[in-house]
């Protein structure tokens, strides 16, 4: 039996509270309605403030830029764009590298795609990150997890992190951000992870940020580094005009990919 509209919006705001969100297509396969009737029912409730509407979905209301929402909560966000996009970063690593993978549910997509690169050197402060490397159980890859302090997002931050990236040369950094902006540039909302971050970027000869479209316009209360310090940046075609066209001119190569 169809639920009524109220009875429809209710049983989704309680999934984008326990989840913290939601995609349109999947409600409506789950409900039995159309798109466009999933849609209307997230603009009644974005209306009344209790959700925020984001390309293909929504997610709960940002209480603040120093809010950092849980590893699983974040998980259920963009994931075909984070596929698409953990798909073509995969392809700039060749076997033997040697890279870094910051903490973020895009760059554990991205791990999931590189399990099988023979000879791969990784350093991550990701504890899922670890966790898809040693899952696998490649015994020529070399994972290095970072130790210190643990994050609601599963990040070790902290001066243990920093030390331990202090020393390393790495090819390639992909780093996964909460949000960017022209003004402050590539975010977090954690302020030792920023100290964490920055330490990766410095370590590594080339930075490759991973962000997708919900992310532009959204501040984390620290900043990592400028937007122009990426030296690719990669992310969806859900970006507006207004954006890809200031990265365009701001980050050396900027990569749209279009999620399936």
Do not use: C
């Amino acid at each position: 039996m169809l639920m009524l509209a109220q009875q429809r919006q209710a049983a989704i705001l309680d999934r984008v509270r326990a989840t913290g969100g939601v995609r349109v297509s999947e409600l409506a396969a789950e409900y039995g309605v159309s798109d466009m009737t999933i849609r209307r029912d997230l603009e009644a409730l974005a209306d009344r403030g209790l959700l925020a509407k984001v390309h293909g979905g929504a997610t709960t209301v940002s209480p603040g830029s120093a809010h950092e929402p849980g590893f699983a909560a974040k998980s259920v966000r963009q994931r075909d764009e984070k596929a698409a996009i953990a798909a073509r970063a995969a392809a700039l690593v060749s076997p033997g590298d040697a890279i870094a993978l910051s903490a973020g549910t895009t760059t554990a997509v991205l791990a999931q795609r590189l399990v099988d690169v023979p000879s791969l050197t990784v350093v991550t402060n990701s504890i899922p990150v670890a966790d898809v490397f040693y899952r696998a159980g490649r015994p020529d890859q070399t994972v290095v997890l970072t130790g210190g302090t643990r994050t609601p997002s599963d990040a070790l931050v902290g001066p243990v992190a920093v030390a331990a990236i202090g020393t390393l040369h790495l090819d390639m950094l992909f780093l996964g951000v909460h949000g960017m902006s022209e003004r402050a540039g590539y975010t977090t909302p954690n302020l030792m992870e920023a100290d964490v971050n920055r330490a990766l970027v410095e370590a590594a000869e080339r930075l490759v940020v991973l962000a997708d479209s919900t992310k532009w316009g959204t501040v984390g209360i620290s900043s990592i580094v400028p937007l122009e310090r990426a030296n690719v940046m990669i992310t969806d075609d859900g970006l507006d005009t207004t954006a890809r066209s200031l990265l365009s001119e701001t980050v050396p190569e900027l990569v749209v990919v279009n999620p399936q």
